[in-house]
């Protein structure tokens, strides 16, 4: 006989479902709730083809594909394929906002025995930092490894400001396939799970990564990255895998390098803007948003752009008053608070 309580059981357990389908789990297996890939591996992996077909332990590296989307003000990724645990790095920048990094600095955060700067310039000016695509300015960076015995899953973060310095953090450790890192401090979350044996193969085999459903998964919170919709909505995410040193960059790029592509070896000398397409995924928040987000004038007085506050300024501020001619905040019109932005300001840009 079947009591009322086992009915009431199954009954909450089905309604249930629904609201469980709609959440992103994150255990280094993708969820349904990330809908279509953003982007798709299409190169095979100089990194080696994992066989193992283990969720602790991979023999090789790839990244097949990844997806994304938001809720809840986190930001979810899903890259499939496999990170080798013999601390090969997972690489992850990415660019949530106006400002950060075009190019690596060397002074960033030390984290993960300084394996952030590694791939920045060797010395303060020297501009031999990693290279990012036109359009991609990293605020953010998580990178993620495993090795030892048993097996353990490493996680750090850290900001990437415009001018360098920042906060950075190592994030604790877990079990690839079983134990998530959950910090709750900072609340970011990853996981792994190695078992992918399919995707993309190495040399001679198949250079598509679709349909890879295992991988490293993260969680990330909007605020940490410091994203604000009102000046940058889309997110755009660079990711890659490195050597065990942070030193030898893999063909393992997302978006993808394009067939027959080889390693690309030295951090420092890797210059996206210089490959065929765009070396990331966008996560669309608003399609209409320009790729290069419109950064706005650092010297919003200097009405004509010369670089100097003066005379022609003002006069275009006086000559504009009550219309939008003389504007420097972006009110739409010219009154007092132009002119003393004028005023205050005069001289050189600063
Ligand atoms: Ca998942
Ligand atoms: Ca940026
Ligand atoms: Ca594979
Ligand atoms: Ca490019």
Known sequence: ??????????????????????????????????????????????????????????????????????????????????????????????????????????????????????????????????????????????????????????????????????????IGSGAPGTVAIDNVKYGVKVALNNSNILGVGADGGSADGSGVATGVEVAIPLALMGYDAATQKNIKVCAMINGGGHDWVSNQVIGGLGAGSANLAEPRLVNFASIAANQYAVVVVDAAEPDCPVVPPSCPADLNGDGVIDGADLATVLGGWGTAGGDTNGDGSTDGADLAAVLSAWGACV
């Open 1 to 170: 006989m079947i009591t009322q309580i086992a009915i009431v059981s199954i009954v909450t357990a089905l309604t249930l479902v629904p609201s469980v389908l709609g959440q992103i789990v994150v255990d280094g297996s993708r969820d349904n709730a990330f809908g279509a890939a953003l982007a798709v591996q299409n190169t095979t992996t100089g990194f080696g083809d994992s066989n193992l077909g283990l969720v602790n332990a991979a023999n090789g590296s790839e990244l097949d594909n990844c997806y994304a989307t938001i809720d809840g003000g986190v930001l979810y990724l899903f890259f499939g394929g496999n990170l080798e645990s013999n601390f090969n790095k997972l690489e992850l920048f990415i660019d949530s906002g106006v400002g950060g990094q075009n190019s690596v600095r060397g002074d960033n955060a030390d984290v993960d025995f300084n394996g952030l700067n590694r791939l920045g310039e060797s010395a303060a000016g020297v501009g031999d930092g990693m290279k990012f695509d036109e359009c991609f300015s990293a605020n953010f960076y998580l990178t993620t490894t495993c090795g030892g015995t048993p097996t353990t899953l490493y996680a750090n973060i850290a900001q990437i400001l415009t001018g360098g310095g920042g906060i950075g953090a190592y």
